[in-house]
Every structure is written in structure tokens, then in C-alpha cells.
């Protein structure tokens, strides 16, 4: 019985100990907002902004219309500095995204595509090759002249 009470007043002791080093029993969770609409045609547009508690950040908002374009961004933000932004459209031209960050590691150095050493110099005809027709192979079998034997 006694141990049931000491670890009762452990836990007792635990719970309260957040009071005491700083932590309150509420804790700020932070702040968020949302928006939202849609027409009848499909074309749509979304957005969010989330603080934590702490200060960390983060958004989105989008917007697309009936024929599947869209176009957005998103964002990141740590409370220790470190930012992302995310600017992208997608179209029928394909996805299209340009980042900017302060992350560590990921300054541009070189673009990722090879560089090309002469300029475009427009369409380039086609190769046709032609090819005559290989004449038929005759097949026959040598005559025999030799007499016949007696």
C-alpha cells in the first residue's frame, strides 16, 4: 500500500513539476487560418497560415481553374532560422517550381542541366537514306557435259 501512495505522489510530483520549471498546464499551440472557395466551373482557391507556439510558420495557398492550371506556393519557417518558398505552376506546359532558401547545403553551385557549346541552329532535316533493290538471286544447278561412261 505504501508503494501505491509513493508512486502516486511521483506522478502527483511529475505533473506538477511543468508549473514549476516553466511549462504551464495550457500551452500555446499557436495560431492557423484558413480560406477556402469553388465556383461552379472547377475553378478553385485555397490558402493556410500556421504559427506554432514556438514560433515556427508555415502557408499554402493554391488556385486552379476548370482546366487543370494551377498555380501556388508554399512556405517554411524554423525557429531557427532555416526558410523555404516554394513557387510552382502546373500547366500543359508541365510542373514548374522555383525555391528560394537560406537551408544549409543547398546553395546553387552549378546548374543541374549540361551546358551546350553551340547555339541552337534551328529544325534539322531528316535522313533519308535510300536504298536500291538487291537484284533477285538466281539459283540453278551447273550443267553436266561429261560422257556417259560405257
Known amino acids: 500500500m505504501i508503494a501505491k501512495i509513493a508512486i502516486f505522489f511521483a506522478a502527483l510530483a511529475a505533473v506538477n513539476a511543468g508549473a514549476i520549471l516553466g511549462h504551464g498546464a495550457l500551452v500555446n ?6 480560406s477556402r ?13 500556421i504559427k506554432d507556439g514556438l514560433g515556427a ?24 532560422g532555416r526558410a523555404r518558398r ?16 537560406n537551408e544549409p547545403g543547398t546553395a546553387a553551385s552549378a546548374p543541374a542541366a549540361a551546358l551546350v557549346a553551340s547555339p541552337y541552329a ?10 536500291a533493290p538487291a537484284a533477285p538471286a538466281v539459283i540453278g544447278h551447273a550443267a553436266s557435259y561429261a560422257a556417259p561412261l560405257a
Open 29 to 34: 499551440t499557436g495560431v492557423s487560418a484558413s
Open 37 to 49: 472557395s469553388q465556383d461552379a466551373f472547377g475553378n478553385y482557391a485555397f490558402g493556410y497560415d
Open 57 to 80: 510558420t508555415n502557408s499554402r495557398s493554391e488556385v486552379g481553374d476548370a482546366h487543370g492550371n494551377k498555380k501556388g506556393s508554399y512556405t517554411l519557417a524554423d525557429i531557427d
Open 86 to 101: 516554394v513557387d510552382y505552376v502546373a500547366d500543359g506546359h508541365g510542373f514548374r517550381a522555383v525555391v528560394k532558401t
Open 122 to 131: 534551328g529544325p534539322v532535316a531528316p535522313v533519308v537514306n535510300h536504298v
